[in-house]
């Protein structure tokens, strides 16, 4: 079974700085999508960013991009010009690309709350 | 566009209680998904669908029963609510892999549910 660590339950950020949130996944598979949710306090989950396996160039969304290392199953969230509404918990999530239903669940890791001051 | 939309938004339930909590989606998603959210645990699957007619138990699928009659709504059951369902619960959908293999799943606002 696949498991999703994130290492740092909370981290702060000063508006207008960078932050980096962490991720690292276990897996057997070579074929899996990654994501990126927020969770603002209204409780949405919001997609901020995904990345398929097979790519090596890294996937970039506005201020938000990932630095994927396949090899060492590590998936981080990079957060530029932090604001004030980046404010939320930050769920960093695995998907296997296998085909059949029960592998398009999401294995969601503890999460890290962002907090950002400013 | 309304999404995906859950109700009710809270609820709280005495122990033994019966409830059930209704999910549907306007985007015409193949799959569908119940996830429970407990405080510190992240997201964990409870059931899915991945068509009318079809439901699939997930992780944590005790306790739960859940019915897929219309392609749009999912509903989850609580026949004999427990203290131990206390928790947030999101309901998600996304297209089937035929639509495309990095479909993401949309999620509903979510459902406090609270059992004394």
């Known amino acids: 079974a696949q498991t999703v660590t994130q290492s740092q339950p909370e981290m702060s950020v000063q508006e207008a700085e960078t932050v980096t949130l962490s991720c690292t996944y276990d897996t057997s598979e070579s074929d899996y999508y990654l994501f990126w949710y927020k969770q603002p306090p209204s409780r949405q989950m919001i997609l901020v960013i995904r990345?398929?396996?097979?790519?090596?160039q890294n996937a970039t969304e506005n201020r938000f991009s990932v630095n994927f290392q396949k090899a060492a199953k590590s998936f981080s969230l990079k957060i530029s010009d932090s604001q004030l509404g980046d404010a939320a918990m930050y769920f960093c999530a695995y998907r296997s690309a296998t085909r059949g239903g029960s592998n398009y669940k999401l294995t969601f890791g503890k999460g890290t709350l962002l907090t950002v001051n400013p | 566009n309304a999404g995906v939309t859950q109700t009710p938004k809270f609820r709280v339930l005495k122990t033994g209680q019966s409830m059930t909590l209704l999910c549907a989606q306007d985007?015409?998603?193949?799959?569908m998904y119940w996830y429970r959210q407990d405080p510190g645990m992240g997201l964990r699957l409870i059931h899915y669908s991945v068509g009318e007619g079809t439901t699939a138990k997930g992780e944590v699928p005790d306790g739960y029963n859940v019915s897929r009659l219309k392609k749009q709504n999912f509903l989850l059951g609580l026949e004999s609510a427990a203290p131990s369902q206390t928790s947030v619960y999101f309901c998600?959908?996304?297209?089937?892999?035929?639509?495309?293999?990095?479909?993401?799943?949309?999620f509903g606002d979510g459902t406090r549910l609270s059992i004394l």
């Open positions: 998600a959908s996304s297209y089937s892999r035929a639509r495309g293999s990095n479909q993401p799943q949309h």
């Open positions: 990345q398929e396996a097979y790519k090596q």
């Open positions: 985007m015409n998603h193949e799959y």
